[in-house]
């Protein structure tokens, strides 16, 4: 949070404190404990979620939903992208997906497809099919 105070909207006197609780989540019948930003006022108690807050929540979320679904996380994709020595703008040529995908994959503001998560997984796995990969976003660089 800002290093300055925020006074609460609501009653406009007390300044909101960031908490941190626990929120019991279900996908797909998977039950899990996610941890939930918030902040509260310290004169009227009310709890509002702040932009910044919103965003780390829900990227949480979307990290628990690709793990149950057995998709790469966020984390995981970044790590592979680093072990095949990409930058996120060369991943996003040799893979595809746009320009900021990747970026997106690894903060886990979205889901990639299956199809992207197992051409992901295939390159980590398999030097014949990274090179081919590699070969073919140099010649489309051309």
Not at 61 to 79: I, N, P, Q, W, Y
């Amino acid at each position: 949070m800002s290093k300055h105070k925020l006074i609460c909207d609501l009653c406009g006197e007390g300044s909101l404190a960031a908490k941190q609780g626990m929120n019991a989540v279900t996908y797909k019948s998977v039950k899990q404990e996610l941890a939930l930003d918030y902040c509260e006022c310290n004169t009227c108690g009310v709890e509002m979620t702040l932009p910044h807050q919103a965003r780390d929540n829900k990227r949480r979320m979307v990290a628990f939903k690709k793990s149950v679904d057995g998709l790469l996380t966020g984390a995981e994709v970044r790590a592979l992208r680093e072990r095949l020595g990409l930058k996120q703008s060369d991943a996003a040529r040799v893979f595809g997906g746009g320009v900021v995908a990747f970026s997106k994959y690894e903060n886990d503001d979205v889901t990639q497809s299956e199809a992207m998560d197992k051409l992901m997984r295939l390159a980590d796995r398999v030097p014949q099919a990274r090179n081919m990969l590699f070969v073919e976003a140099q010649q489309t660089d051309s």
